[in-house]
């Protein structure tokens, strides 16, 4: 099959970045792939982070990308759109996370559509944005309303995405595990004597965003040291509300027990901080699929998770790790202290490791091949729904 994919990868940094590059590598190995990367991702006044840029020196790269999509240029998107058509593939890859690139891939997928024998398949990390609001949900509805198939990570999105484009084609996919970090794992000793800690340690890893619930793992905290002495690794970039993060910790009084690492960490350090926790917590609010538990899968590291999103349908409560309501600290601290006192590590890490063949890239692509298969037929004009 000839594929066009269209996408984020390095230099720039990030869980779509990192799936984009990724999905390619194993899309290459079956198929014929043409890629077309961003040149541009973000202005650099809209990110919210640092830079967008992946410093790291081991980073995921796709060495036959073709760096050509500027964000911020219209002449780059017709371009990529002509590129398509010249190569004539029978399926267009684009994904979908936010509405930002709202006229960049409609002004893409409507030309994709006008090709006969063409097949376009969105591959939704979210359906709408995180922190959504009504233009969200039209520009979803707009850019999504194109697709001859869509690929989602969880019913949730499944039942969202049914709402905004009725009768759309839904395969029901899910995120794949995250191991290219495995080089970086060493033993949990040596990765405690290097990071300054020792004794039970958990880990929330990733941007800090509001819907990631963060303050709810603070909160549980003063539960959890009342019962037990456990240091909570913070890692990962503070995307706006670094100052309530650090009134939380004072308040709460949780300056010696919280450490944080407020930067984008490279790949090549990510396996430290998973070697030295025995536990990962992602108390989210809201959201879809998470690369977080996946890397927590592919570094053979059990989890504790909201029901929220994807999580319940990756997360096996009580196998892999638990699952509490989201917005519960109570609930949190309960499961982290129970995971340490009933001595759980060695047999949910186990249980991870039998369980990660559910989650490969070979069964996506598998599942890529099965929406291109089954897409539904257009309009002989191949105009938009």
């Given at each position: 099959m000839r594929?066009?994919?269209?996408?984020?990868?390095?230099?720039?940094?990030?869980?779509?970045?990192?799936?984009?590059?990724?999905?390619?590598?194993?899309?290459?190995?079956r198929h014929d792939?043409?890629?077309?990367?961003?040149?541009?991702?973000?202005?650099?006044?809209?990110?919210?982070?640092?830079?967008?840029?992946?410093?790291?020196?081991?980073?995921?790269?796709a060495a036959r990308a073709q760096h050509v999509l500027d964000s911020m240029n219209p002449a780059t998107w017709l371009g990529v759109a002509r590129r398509i058509r010249r190569d004539g593939p029978d399926l267009v890859i684009l994904p979908w996370w936010t509405s930002f690139w709202t006229p960049q891939f409609w002004t893409i997928a409507r030309?994709?559509?006008?090709?006969?024998?063409?097949?376009l398949l969105f591959v939704c990390h979210n359906v709408v944005d995180h922190e959504t609001g009504p233009l969200s949900r039209l520009c979803s509805r707009l850019v999504l309303g194109l697709g001859d198939s869509h690929l989602v990570h969880s019913a949730e999105d499944a039942?969202?995405?049914?709402?905004?484009?009725?009768?759309?084609?839904?395969?029901?996919?899910?995120?794949?595990?995250?191991?290219?970090?495995?080089g970086g794992l060493v033993p949990r000793a040596e990765a405690r004597a290097r990071l300054g800690v020792d004794g039970d340690t958990?880990?929330?890893?990733?941007?800090?965003?509001?819907?990631?619930?963060?303050?709810?793992?603070?909160?549980?905290?003063?539960?959890?040291?009342?019962?037990?002495?456990?240091?909570?690794?913070?890692?990962?970039e503070v995307w706006g509300g670094r100052a309530a993060v650090e009134r939380d910790i004072e308040r709460l009084g949780l300056r010696e027990a919280v450490r944080c690492v407020d930067r984008y960490v490279p790949n090549e350090e990510v396996g430290l901080y998973f070697s030295a926790a025995d536990l990962v917590v992602l108390p989210y609010v809201s959201g879809t699929a998470s690369g977080v538990v996946q890397m927590a899968y592919g570094l053979d590291r059990p989890v504790v998770a909201t029901r929220v999103g994807a999580l319940p349908e990756v997360v096996e409560d009580g196998v892999t790790g638990y699952l509490v309501e989201p917005g519960r600290p109570d609930a949190l601290a309960d499961r982290i202290v129970r995971f340490f006192e009933e001595g759980r590590a060695a047999e949910f890490a186990d249980n991870v490791r039998r369980h990660r063949e559910r989650f490969s890239w070979d069964r996506l692509v598998d599942l890529v091949e099965d929406a291109a298969r089954h897409a539904r037929a257009r309009d002989p004009v191949g105009a938009a729904r």
């Open positions: 594929i066009c994919l269209v996408g984020p990868t390095h230099p720039f940094r990030g869980g779509v970045a990192h799936h984009t590059t990724l999905l390619y590598r194993h899309l290459a190995a792939v043409a890629f077309y990367a961003f040149r541009r991702q973000y202005p650099a006044w809209l990110f919210p982070g640092r830079s967008d840029r992946d410093t790291s020196g081991r980073a995921l790269r030309r994709v559509r006008a090709l006969p024998g063409t097949r039942h969202r995405l049914r709402a905004l484009v009725p009768g759309a084609r839904i395969v029901r996919g899910f995120h794949p595990v995250y191991d290219f970090a495995r958990i880990l929330f890893f990733g941007f800090v965003r509001p819907y990631k619930g963060l303050h709810h793992l603070l909160a549980a905290m003063p539960r959890v040291l009342a019962r037990r002495k456990v240091t909570l690794l913070v890692v990962g």
